[in-house]
């Protein structure tokens, strides 16, 4: 990769306090199956993934989530629902769905995907599934242990705000990726 490229996405940030919430839930799994579990500090919701960017492309995508994001709405969401890619049964990736706002969560990462789009940036392949990856899998029998003892614990987040994105920068590292906010883009007022 050259150095001056900058992996890019776009998403929605998770309080803290529904972080600490989602952290508590799965402290004991955590304790007890060796999977690739994500960083609370680093959960997020991601609406598109750009891959590679010069920093010029940087400008324009951090550009059009602004204007994008000026024309969308606040709304509330909350997290709830456990989920795996590709399959409960063949889990690869454990993840908590978006319980509440996640119709108005595909409306954005549309109008992101679509903007960015005319712009000249591909589109995603697969269909858009709202979702804040908890833990990545190589063992499988870990895996679906770990999936359906989260079956068997229902959880539901606090609602919160969602009143803007943001366009981050991630940093692959040894230890999981570290996540930098390049550009911050607020909703319209209500
Ligand atoms: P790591 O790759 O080290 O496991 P990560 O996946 O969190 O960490 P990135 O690969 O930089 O870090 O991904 C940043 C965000 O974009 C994550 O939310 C990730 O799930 C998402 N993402 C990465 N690749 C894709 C892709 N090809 N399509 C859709 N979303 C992706
Ligand atoms: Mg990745």
Do not use: N
């Given at each position: ?27 004991p799994l955590r304790r ?8 609370p ?11 590679e960017?010069?920093?010029e ?18 709304f ?34 549309k ?11 591909p589109r ?6 709202p ?40 940093v ?8 930098h ?10």
């Open positions: 990769m050259a150095a001056d490229l900058i992996r890019t996405f776009v998403a929605i940030e998770i309080p803290s306090s529904v972080r600490e919430e989602l952290d508590a839930a799965i402290a007890a199956e060796r999977l690739r579990w994500t960083q500090a680093g959960w997020h919701l991601t609406l598109k993934f750009l891959g960017l010069s920093r492309d940087v400008k324009r995508v951090s550009a059009i989530c602004t204007r994008v994001a000026s024309s969308l709405r606040p509330d969401g909350a997290l709830g629902g456990w989920g795996a890619f590709p399959s409960p049964h063949r889990p690869r990736v454990l993840w908590v769905g978006m319980q509440r706002g996640a119709e108005a969560t595909v409306t954005a990462a109008a992101v995907e679509d903007a960015l789009f005319e712009a000249g940036f995603e392949g697969k269909p858009f599934h979702h804040l990856t908890l833990a990545r899998i190589e063992d499988p029998a870990a895996g679906s242990r770990a999936s359906a003892v989260l079956q068997e614990h229902p959880f539901a987040s606090a609602a919160f705000r969602v009143d803007r994105i943001v366009v981050f920068q991630s692959l590292d040894r230890g999981g990726a570290r996540y906010p390049l550009a911050v883009c607020p909703f319209a007022k209500t």
